[in-house]
């Protein structure tokens, strides 16, 4: 049965299928425990910001082990990692859905981010490395859709599972979905000898200080940018983990630049698709992340809608999202990259522009179609960007380096988040508001609005400046970009590096 399924062709189909299912209950996982934080913080008797460490300590965690998780998946095989990750968060969701104490529940989080991050990189890996190289664009199209309905349906979900049956149920759910998503890989995804088919010995070991360095200057980083709006930039804590991420960066490009199988190889930054491609990815989220934060506080504690419709009016973005991310991905495989990440970064800006305009009495009618047009953008952006990106680098280093594109996507959104709230915070405070964004939750002062507005204004400008020079660097020519050349066999790709240069197309 494995075997045949391994020689179908419709193998491709068959692998997507049993990692969409993986990737579509992540991201839901996270939207619906958004919304049940709230009865959370309820259940335990505790605040909102204590709560919020089951989002920031899941989404840290992912972040700081991406990378060590890739290269695991390059040295041992994808589907295994893949395996192991399903089993951490199926263990982590019944250790939430059964936790007592608000602690347990926090490092039940933790657990399943490790989980998450396991499956994160080599998901994306697997369904890449089931299509030809001329699909590439296809295949993280269709990735992106997946994204893209769990986005939509994670919130709707989430609210329903805690109205019926109360929080726990949000972890509970999860348990099914990676099960089906575990079991579906394990039948269609042959394997057994990945780790004697990586080629040569320096790619025999893992990486453990680069891992150590790379995590812990992730960790403080991110440590660093969560906290400042609230300590203050210019403070002994966060100084301190500024210098940690300096201390630890430089010694993680210093060890990786010397050891003879690192865990990514910086060299890589050499190429120009890679080099080019990886920055505008990471500019593309760090100016589109804190719009689809800012603007549902916007609607709700503003305009006064309420939570429903502020999440209805994410939806008709998302689905542009969904809809855009696998149409221009395989248009790319035809037509080449640029015009389309050119494309997706000007819908981005034109997005982020209109919603720079938004005033203390706008109207839906002014949010929703900006709303559209910056997802539109992200997702016509996200397919060919990964693909030139990916074209880049040898097969037998795809697990790392969708790691790689995953981290640049998470970390973009982190910062743009934290830069967004400083600048918005910042001008609550010059204006002789309270500098939280908890003033405009609880509108304790009249005109507290409009000073959170006009924060907002200028957090959206400054998005701009970041997705102008992502434009910039997107529209600079690149190595060829026609089709990729043929690949191997879709099971023999999703299993085994091929040989060979980078297609440096």
């Not at 460490?53 to 998946?73: C, D, E, Q, S």
């Not at 939509?152 to 599972?161: D, K, R, S």
């Not at 979905?177 to 000898?193: E, K, R, Y």
Request: charged share 10%; hydrophobic share 50%; with cysteine.
């Amino acid at each position: 049965m494995i075997v045949s399924l391994a020689g179908s062709p419709r193998f491709k189909w068959y692998a997507f299928t049993a990692m969409a299912v993986g990737i579509f209950a992540s991201v839901v996982d996270h939207g619906s425990v958004g919304v049940a934080l709230p009865s959370i913080a309820t259940h335990f008797q505790t605040d909102i910001p204590s709560v919020q460490w089951l989002v920031i300590g899941f989404a840290m965690t992912i972040i700081a082990l991406l990378l060590p998780m890739g290269r695991l998946a390059d040295l041992i095989g994808a589907k295994r990692v893949f395996l192991m990750g399903a089993g951490v968060i199926i263990a982590g969701s019944v250790l939430a859905g059964t936790s007592t104490d608000l602690a347990v529940l926090i490092v039940a989080r933790i657990v399943q981010g490790a989980g998450a991050a396991m499956t994160q990189g080599t998901g994306m890996a697997i369904t890449i490395g089931a299509f030809p190289s001329s699909e590439r664009g296809k295949a993280i199209g269709l990735i992106m859709t997946m994204v893209g309905t769990g986005a939509v349906a994670g919130p709707a979900m989430g609210g329903f599972l805690v109205d019926a049956f109360g929080w726990r149920s949000v972890f509970f759910i999860t348990v099914p979905i990676f099960a089906a998503s575990a079991g579906l890989t394990a039948l269609v995804l042959p394997g057994g000898n990945e780790p004697r088919r990586v080629q040569g010995a320096n790619h025999s070991r893992f990486d453990w200080l680069g891992a150590f360095l790379s995590s812990s200057a992730l960790l403080a980083l991110l440590l660093g940018i969560s906290n400042a709006h609230r300590t203050g930039w210019t403070s002994p804590p966060i100084l301190a983990a500024s210098c940690a991420f300096v201390v630890l960066l430089a010694g993680f490009v210093w060890w990786e630049l010397r050891y003879s199988s690192p865990m990514l190889e910086l060299r890589l930054f050499r190429r120009r698709n890679f080099c080019l491609g990886v920055t505008a990815n990471y500019l593309m989220f760090m100016g589109s992340s804190a719009v689809l934060f800012m603007t549902p506080f916007y609607l709700q504690n503003v305009l006064e809608y309420s939570p429903s419709v502020a999440g209805l009016a994410v939806v008709p973005g998302a689905t542009c999202m969904a809809i855009l991310g696998p149409l221009s991905g395989r248009l790319s495989d035809r037509f080449g990259w640029r015009k389309f990440t050119v494309a997706g970064l000007m819908l981005s800006i034109t997005g982020v522009f209109i919603l720079s305009r938004l005033s203390a009495d706008s109207s839906l009618f002014h949010v929703i179609p900006a709303l559209m047009m910056t997802s539109s953008g992200m997702g016509t952006f996200y397919s060919p960007n990964s693909s030139s990106i990916l074209s880049a680098v040898e097969r037998e280093s795809h697990g790392v380096i969708s790691g790689l594109v995953n981290l640049i996507r998470n970390a973009g959104n982190v910062v743009s988040i934290a830069v967004a709230t400083a600048i918005v915070t910042a001008t609550m405070g010059s204006l002789g508001y309270e500098p939280s964004l908890d003033a405009v939750r609880n509108g304790s002062a009249e005109g507290v609005g409009a000073a959170f507005t006009i924060g907002l204004r200028y957090a959206f400008i400054t998005m701009m400046g970041s997705l102008l020079l992502a434009l910039f660097l997107s529209a600079l020519p690149t190595h060829r970009e026609g089709q990729a050349r043929p690949a191997p066999t879709p099971a023999e790709t999703v299993l085994r590096p091929a040989t060979g240069q980078a297609e440096e197309s």
